[in-house]
């Protein structure tokens, strides 16, 4: 197979680019017609907490066969928090499919991907998607791409990119908006376009062997195995190469293979522009260079955005420990995280006297982290996350976002008021329909923290919330304080009925009856700005009077769950989130009443 096409499918979140991956899996004949994934949807998003929250996290590569062409299809995230993942991955691919909401737009996070793609020459196909939605305006989409192409293009030809309509969930792909969109139609014009635009790969074959480490991959037999496209040369099983930074250590490639449908097939030899996956280089990091041994110089660095926000991770140390989590102490936790910097780009780690300060690029990088580590077994408790500071030419300065929202115009006045709370500076407001404003605010990454879930809630989940790094500015005010105070388990021991009745009185409940608690745990919010202690261990005492009232039944309001990302958000500067398989608990850092009271007075 001479022929060969390489292409990233970028877009942002919801815009439908799993969901034309898959019409493009299924309409290949990559599966016979009884084979399960036939039914599915969503295909590429192997990953369990992809599937969960319908977002793709990890970047991953799949091959399709057309015309006697191999297409190398690389599907890369769409939320800027895994942006990491697309900077990494862009530099396998020739050109890009860029997937366009034909209602909303172009978004922060097109832009991203875009001025990236563009910044690597990939020749772009724009593919208009959900053309079939009610609200779909495709002439203003299409002026607002134009736009955005001539704000970004770093030289003309970059302005000469072509067009195709689809609805995805349906596989079909239209060369020109259609008259009825209830027509016939599949995704070979689609296939036709990358065959004829996207330029093959210009990699030599003739040089010796160089690649980019661009992923890395674990099988339980192979050990590590590496992930890239081949640069120049050709590499075959039994063939030597080294690591250019470390040219004195001689590999030999055990396995070869690349890809054909979603799955690894074994391969004897391969050349300069295939993407292929190698095992023998146990050692071998991400965007590190492997080479012939004949040629020692190394392939340009990836390039990766910097982290705009920390959390503290500790060992869990509350009474509860170890009870239900299966990896507990420091040096497990250590392992771990150790392994997870091998493949996550985006993320640093700082080891401290009895913890670990982990950035990342915003909550949901650090909250997939979390959860992926609760899931695994680990038992931990982390800290507020909190925005980076850097001192640059000696002053402190704080990330600032460009935050997009999109709502119904009935939620006007939520919208001004909590980013007036927040500092939010207001950069433009219009009117996108009849029904929904679009607003673009300036606000410090310190201000977003907790700022997209409350949002959410405030509106009845009809918001469309994204934003985009701006850069670092000067530090700003401080802000006033957005939560009221913790109700606060006095006791260790089981929450009875009593109570929490008495308890809910105060505000809102997190924990049902029946629960153990401990003391400095946090059982719920208070609806004034103090923390209470309170014993919801407390029984009713009972008599031998029989009562004509009805004050032995209790009715308890259903309590308030949290997500792990909701949780984090929640966090004061002295409290912690413990975090077990099992369980997501509040707590004081201090958990007696009298510790808490002496740090206060230190302080």
Known sequence: ????????????????????????????????NNQKEMSQDLIMDSNVLEKE???????????????????????TPGHADFSGEVERTLGMADGALLIIDAQEGPMPQTRFVLKNALKFGLK???????????NADIKKTEQRIDDLFLELAENESQLLFSKLYA??????IFTAFPKDIHQKANITPLLNMNIEQIPKPKNNREDLFKMSVTSL???????RIIVGKIHQGTIGVGQKVILTHTPAKVYTVEKLFEWQGLNKVEISESYAGNIIALSGVSEAKIGE????????????????????????????????????????????????????????????IKKENNSFVLFGRGELHLSILLETLRREGYEMEVGKPEVIVKTIEGIKKEPVEEVFIIIPSEFQGIINQELGKRLGVLVQAKHISESEMEFTYNITSRATISLRSLLLTLTKGTIVYNSQLLGWHPVGKVLPKLRHGALIADQTGTALSYGLDSAQGRGIIFISPGEKVYEGMIIGLNAKDEDISINVCKGKKLT???????????????????SLEQS????????????????????????????????????
Request: glycine share 4%; net charge positive; aromatic share 6%.
């Open 124 to 134: 772009i196909i724009v593919v208009i998607n959900k053309i079939d939605k009610i």
């Open 167 to 172: 609805i995805a969930r349906e596989g079909k």
């Open 53 to 75: 929250r319908g977002i793709t996290i990890l970047a991953k590569n799949c091959a399709i066969f057309y015309n006697n062409t191999k297409i190398n299809i690389i599907d």
């Open 568 to 603: 984090l958000d929640f966090l004061e500067q002295d409290e912690l989130l413990e975090i077990t398989p099992k369980s997501l608990r509040f707590r004081k850092k201090y958990l007696t009443e009298i510790d808490r009271k002496r740090n206060k007075k230190r302080k």
């Open 1 to 32: 197979m001479n022929d060969i096409r390489n292409i990233a499918v970028i877009a942002h979140v919801d815009h439908g680019k799993t969901t034309l991956i898959d019409a493009l899996l299924k309409q290949t004949n990559v599966f016979r």
């Open 289 to 348: 260079t492997l080479s012939d041994p004949q040629d020692i110089a190394s392939l340009p660095a990836l390039s990766i955005g910097e982290p705009t926000l920390q959390i503290t991770i500790f060992p869990n140390t509350s009474p509860f420990s170890g009870q239900e989590g299966q990896f507990t102490t420091i040096r497990q936790i250590e392992q771990r995280l150790n392994k997870e910097l091998e493949s996550n780009l985006s993320l640093r």
């Open 544 to 562: 031998n009077m029989r009562s004509k009232s009805s004050d032995g039944i209790v009715h308890l309001t259903t309590p308030t769950v949290y």
């Open 217 to 223: 991959d674990y099988d339980s037999h192979l050990g």
